[in-house]
């Protein structure tokens, strides 16, 4: 029998599940004075907060901000306290509102245009022929050809010299991720399946080569002709990386038993990226794509290959969800090729197979790291970082870039009830490394110090370092004793349990605001937060009943949107202070629900993507990734001014599920008004938006719409008129991920 997926299996989010079973405090029930004046100043910070300038997903024009090095750290504490920021000039929200939609359009506000700059398939290499978008373009064609699923990308201009430059204005290289697929619509009648259950398999490979292919990054070059912006489909600096591209492993868990495999019986390499969230930029001109949902993709069926594991494998697959059929069945297909192209996606121990250098069962280990590419280099290899763990990682959003201060970037796990880590490097910043490619990457990314924060009851928090031998990560830890380095990188979440992080609503994207360097950490949503089960960071838990037959909705399904500062304004510091800068919640919802008191020009649920542009030095850029609000609107992206840590007050909310109710005590950021927050753009019919990134001089703004028409049920492939969506070719076309450009059709700044 042949049989497409099931019709009308609801859509489950990978990130809706959670693999976090400890009890773990989700409230500050110690608050430790770990703030020692040596941990506050040993550092000798001086003047570090007041060289405040990042360079997050976006890239910019203040990426890097070469600083003369700082002087010697002084050695006595106290040291005197750090001189104020100057005052930047103040930033006004400048455009009408965009109402909520349900129309399968681009809206934007009015004076602004958005246009289609890079689709689904569209061809990156000359002589491949335009996309058919029927489901017949030839499998071979598609490692030339955009991914899907749009999702992270940075915007890096490049100078006449074909170097980086950040500020440049009308060309560079758009890098982007490519998270995942909506298999309906890429094969003529969506994906072929014989069988069910763990005995279902993919029965056409041609339909398994083009999914390799379809994720990963895509590297195009892009330029603006007059005010129209295009994509050069025969560049030189065009680029696919997707799941076979060869990458090699650098850090602490490189060349370790942990990671050999059949293909690289060394451990020091393997095949392919994969579900690239978010991402990232480094002070030096590379790209950071980071692998989140990666476990859903292996096949592993528990019950079979536990009898061939340790205890530890089994805690360790059990705390990433390394269980199943594989989403996509990529291991299935037979007969498998020479070199596994199919059974890599295979990570149990196979009958016969000796050691880990004879199969796949380290394959899961692959796969959960940031990937550096240098985009500039078209034919490098990317690396895997792994001195900055392994786990879903959502985004890395780079800190402040200091000359003489470490490099620091913050880094939210998405699942449900994860955690917010950040990677300091060892080795300070030096800007003559500028322009140094994957050899940069080396000196900064692969030796650092890695931590997870703990958010306390009093609106202080701790970053609690993950390395052998402390905070309990030891041989002795009854739920998983840790052998060595390697065994804490690849099993940081095992670490973190141990040490006593904080479980989150969702980690998604971080972002470090360039006027004061406070990081803000969007929380998408929990389902898994019941009443009494909330903390001071994740307070809220709620009913936010969806549609005429007002389904029940609980948890904190609309998401928030928290903030912090890091001691002293020093990315490298063990403590910060934290407050929720924004709640999502529908307008209409009550007082202790909509505490950011959100109107019908502002209100948003489900925050996501998040960037700070660098061009206007402060604008805040929100997007949503949303399933909760969608009753009354599409997903969207917001302009937003915040202020700063403790612009607000404490407060105690009361929490409310049928009868059972219970408080809870917080910090509330100050409402932000349609002053300090406005919807900007809503995209179409079942997409989420996500992915943002500006020309160097802030007059461009590319934006990724992902999987318009997500949940079309397979049944109605058949009938393209009951597509979920048919954007952006509109009639009875398949619809199709894309990037849009807006620009303001006066030329001006975007937003402001
Ligand atoms: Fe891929 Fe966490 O969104
Ligand atoms: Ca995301
Ligand atoms: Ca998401």
Redesign the pocket.
């Known amino acids: 029998m042949t049989a497409n997926i099931p019709s009308d299996t609801p859509l489950i989010d990978p990130d809706d599940i959670g693999y976090n079973k400890t009890s773990n405090p989700s409230f500050s029930d110690l608050v430790e004075a770990r703030l020692s004046r040596r941990n506050l100043f040993g550092l000798g910070v001086g003047s570090a907060s007041v060289a405040l300038l990042q360079a997050c997903g976006g890239g910019g024009s203040n990426s890097v901000f070469p600083m003369p090095p700082a002087a010697a750290a002084p050695a006595p504490a106290p040291a005197p306290a750090p001189a104020p920021a100057p005052a930047p000039a103040a930033l006004k929200l400048n455009f009408t509102a965009v109402p909520k939609s349900l129309d399968d359009v681009v809206s934007v506000p009015a004076g602004y245009t958005a246009s289609v700059l890079y689709r689904l398939g569209d061809p990156i290499a000359a002589g491949v022929p335009a996309y058919l978008n029927d489901g017949t373009d030839a499998p071979a064609t598609y490692d030339k050809r955009a991914g899907d699923h749009h ?1 992270g990308m940075t915007f890096f201009g490049i100078n006449a010299s074909n170097k980086w430059e950040p500020a440049a204005a009308a060309r560079g290289l758009l890098a982007m991720n490519h998270e995942a697929i909506t298999p309906l619509f890429l094969h003529p009648t969506g994906q072929t399946i014989v069988g069910t259950g763990n005995a279902a398999v993919r029965s056409v490979a041609d339909e398994v080569q083009r999914e390799f292919f379809l994720h990963g990054v895509s590297v195009i070059e892009v330029s603006k002709s007059g005010s129209a912006w295009s994509y050069k489909q025969d560049s030189s600096f065009n680029r696919r990386v997707h799941t076979l591209t060869e990458m090699q492993f650098s850090g602490p868990a490189a060349q370790t038993d942990y990671l050999k495999t059949k293909y690289s019986s060394d451990g020091s390499k393997t095949r392919g990226t994969l579900n690239n ?2 991402n990232g930029t480094t002070p030096w001109g590379t790209y950071l794509t980071c692998e989140e949902n990666w476990a859903g993709y292996f096949r592993r069926i528990v019950a079979s290959d536990n009898l061939n594991r340790s205890a530890k494998e089994i805690a360790a697959f059990g705390r990433y969800g390394v269980a199943g059929t594989g989403r996509e069945l990529w291991a299935t297909v037979t007969p498998d090729t020479a070199d596994n192209l199919y059974g890599r996606w295979n990570t149990e121990v196979i009958t016969g197979a000796a050691t880990a250098a004879d199969d796949y069962r380290n394959g899961a280990n692959t796969y959960g790291w940031v990937v550096e590419i240098d985009p500039f280099t078209p034919g490098s290899m990317p690396k895997k970082r792994t001195a900055l763990g392994r786990f879903g990682h ?1 985004g890395a959003c780079l800190g402040p870039v200091v000359v003489g201060k470490p490099l620091v970037w913050y880094m939210g796990d ?1 699942s449900q009830n994860e955690y917010v880590y950040k990677f300091v490097s060892t080795k300070a910043w030096d800007a003559a490394d500028v322009n140094g490619g994957i050899a940069a990457g080396d000196k900064y990314m692969d030796d650092g110090k890695l931590y997870v924060a703990k958010f306390n009851a009093d609106g202080s928090g701790n970053w609690l370092e993950l390395k052998l031998g402390v905070n309990g990560i030891t041989a002795a830890n009854p739920a998983y004793a840790f052998a060595d380095a390697a065994d804490v990188l690849i099993n940081v979440r095992l670490a973190a349990d141990v040490a006593g992080a904080t479980k989150m609503d969702r980690p ?2 971080t972002a470090v605001n360039p006027r004061n360097g406070e990081v803000y950490l969007t929380l998408t949503n929990n389902t898994a937060r019941p009443v009494g089960g909330t903390d001071a960071a994740n307070p809220r838990s709620y009913n936010d009943p969806k549609g005429a037959a007002q389904t029940a909705q609980k948890g904190n399904p609309n998401g928030h949107v928290i903030r912090f500062a890091d001691t002293n304004g020093d990315p490298a510091a063990v403590t910060f202070k934290w407050d929720v800068y924004l709640f999502g919640a529908r307008s209409t919802a009550a007082a202790d629900v909509n505490l950011s008191k959100l109107v019908a020009d502002n209100d948003f649920s489900s925050p ?2 998040m960037w700070f542009s660098h061009a206007t030095a402060g604008l805040l850029w929100l997007e949503t ?1 949303d399933s909760k609000y969608t009753d009354v609107t599409n997903c969207m992206l917001l302009a937003a001014l915040p202020g700063q840590v403790g612009d607000g007050a404490a407060r105690t909310i009361t929490n409310v599920d049928g009868a059972t109710s219970a408080t809870q005590a917080t910090f509330v950021g100050k409402a932000p008004g349609t002053e300090g927050l406005r919807r900007f753009l809503v995209g179409p019919k079942d997409c989420e938006i ?1 992915g943002i990134a500006e020309s160097g001089d802030g007059r461009a703004l590319f934006v990724n719409i992902q999987h318009p028409g997500e949940t079309t049920p397979a049944a109605n492939i058949s009938d393209p008129t009951k597509f979920g969506s048919h954007w952006p070719e509109g009639g009875t076309a398949r619809p199709r991920s894309a990037t849009v450009v807006i620009t303001r059709n006066d030329g001006g700044l975007i937003g402001l």
Do not use: F, I, K, N
Request: proline residues 0%; contains cysteine.
């Open positions: 999702d969230c978010a959502e998405d998604e994207w996501d993507g990734d996500t």
